[in-house]
């Protein structure tokens, strides 16, 4: 189970749950921007509920953390949606697990992830749910987007908000917990936009975070090249099916971004053994890149358009 910095009032609001003598809700709501911990939170969350001495993290020791330590807990499950929608038919299997009554710990619990993915048949079928809740049931819905749920869902849901940590408070939290060297610390605050969760992936994922430097190094190629050196670019990205355009895109936002908030134009020309000072060398340069760039993802995640053809002018705009 990960370690993430929690802000200190949600992690007292949370522990404040396994009290016995607190009437734990039945239904609640993990919200807040993008990449912040929520998922990985609400799994620390459950374990605690779950553990047999209602330990926050739990204990390690009793039959039920071990069980969820090993993946297998029969009161325990996570549904990740694995399309861009989430069905009426995976509610009604995700109904027939709450069903049935605890068999190891004294409630089921079931994380439903990206919950803004519903669909409206699907929202119909989980208000049912919320509404007539099996004994010692308990859901937890986590999304980024809470406006996108119904209003009759909303309402019956405990919010518990999460916010983006202070900068310092972050290094600090990394540094004590992971020991990382200062330069890997910079790269992983740059690539994960200073939000926990996101670093937490490119800590323990080394395929995303070889992926995400990748993605930025494609962007200073296209940046410092000419119009046939750029469509041999474009031609090997698009060539490859598995490549995530709107991924490849989101990427060059956050590196922009970062750039413009922090200026840390002298770290990746290091890292990148390149010189960005020219590319780079203004604010109002770096936000005319930024909305050159916002309009290829707004097309690469709303329209079904030709890749290259995008790509390629997303390139004429910017030289």
Known sequence: MPTLLLNKNTQKFLEQQLNPETR???????YGGEHLGKFYIAQIFAKSILCK??????????????????????DFKIFQPTSNSIKIEEISDLKNFLMY????????????DEAHKLTPEAESSLLKILEEPSINSIIILVTPFPNQLMPTILSRLLPVRFAKEPDESLKNFLINTYQIPHEQLTLYLELGQNKIGEIFQLINNPEYLNTKIGNIRIFIDLLNSNFVEATNIIQNIT???????????????GFLQ??????NIDFWNKYLKTDLSLLLSNSTLIKQLLKNVLQLYNYTTNYNLNKRLMLENFYLAIH
């Open 24 to 30: 734990l809700s039945q239904s609640m709501l993990f």
């Open 53 to 74: 001495k209602h330990q926050w993290q739990g204990c390690n020791e009793c039959d039920s953390c071990k069980a969820i330590n090993h993946n297998w807990h029969p």
């Open 101 to 112: 009554k605890p068999q190891l710990s004294e409630n089921r619990i079931l994380i439903i």
């Open 239 to 253: 060539n490859k099916d598995e490549y995530n355009l709107s991924q490849l895109v989101n990427d060059w936002l």
């Open 258 to 263: 970062q750039i413009l908030v922090y200026k």
